[in-house]
């Protein structure tokens, strides 16, 4: 059973356009969530959060925008470059079984930057 | 400041063979953490630590140990290493908040 779950494996954009990176996630007790950025033979670093009493926050180039109703975040990455060309983990935690800041993360996407 | 290392980058062993693989962290974190990473499947917890001397199992915990002596360490076991084990492991460590800060892996192949 996925809670968090990012269906698009992969996403295309050119540079300078907009990329769009959704998550979906099923369990009500999250109440934060990350995103996480992975280059290959490298580990994830972390990118930008959004705490569930928030509706958006950006940083930079990043925003991330999260919709509680419909349990859906979404990363917008404007304007997109080729450096940003990575895997994208989304990641959500909360208080749930006890134990604290333990990540449930997505299957990820591979954004490619087209010059 | 090295952040999160990991011992070793890379390592080949044959299905019944042991092996323990080393997680350090100079960040002073109180949480440290052990995942596996498989194709289409994300990141999967294996084991956790709230703090020193502690541990607990995480969301896929079988055939695996941990132990955490000191604080910077948190070590991660396998007794009888199988070919479902071939993955690439990450550890992770966090200080009081949802923030976690990853090690560079190291790629298990166990034939």
């Known amino acids: 059973d996925q809670q968090v779950k990012q269906n698009s494996p992969s996403l295309s954009v050119q540079e300078g356009r907009i990329s769009i990176l959704n998550c979906d996630y099923t369990?009500?007790?999250?109440?934060?969530f990350l995103w996480y950025k992975k280059y290959p033979a490298e580990g994830p670093t972390f990118l930008i959060s959004?705490?569930?009493?928030?509706d958006k926050n950006e940083d930079g180039r990043f925003t991330v925008f999260l919709n509680k109703s419909a349990k859906h975040l979404s990363l917008h990455i404007v304007p997109s470059q080729p450096g940003d060309s990575a895997v994208y983990f989304c990641?959500?935690?909360?208080?749930?079984?006890?134990?604290?800041?333990?990540?449930?993360f997505g299957t990820g996407t591979l954004l490619a930057v087209q010059p | 400041n090295a952040g999160v290392t990991q011992t070793p980058k890379f390592r080949v062993l044959k299905t019944g063979q042991s092996m323990t693989l080393l997680c350090a962290q100079d960040?002073?974190?109180?949480?440290m953490y052990w995942y596996r990473q498989d194709p289409g499947m994300g990141l999967r917890l294996i084991h956790y630590?709230?703090?020193?001397?502690?541990?607990a199992k995480g969301e896929v915990p079988d055939g695996y140990n941990v132990s955490r002596l000191k604080k910077q360490n948190f070590l991660l076991g396998l007794e009888s290493a199988a070919p479902s084990q071939t993955s690439v492991y990450f550890c992770?460590?966090?200080?009081?908040?949802?923030?976690?800060?990853f090690g560079p892996g190291t790629r298990l192949t166990v034939l």
């Open positions: 959004i705490s569930s009493i928030k």
């Open positions: 990641a959500a935690s909360g208080r749930y079984g006890g134990a604290t800041n333990k990540l449930i």
């Open positions: 369990n009500s007790m999250f109440d934060y």
């Open positions: 992770a460590s966090s200080p009081h908040s949802h923030t976690q800060y």
């Open positions: 630590s709230v703090g020193e001397g502690t541990t």
């Open positions: 960040m002073n974190h109180e949480y």
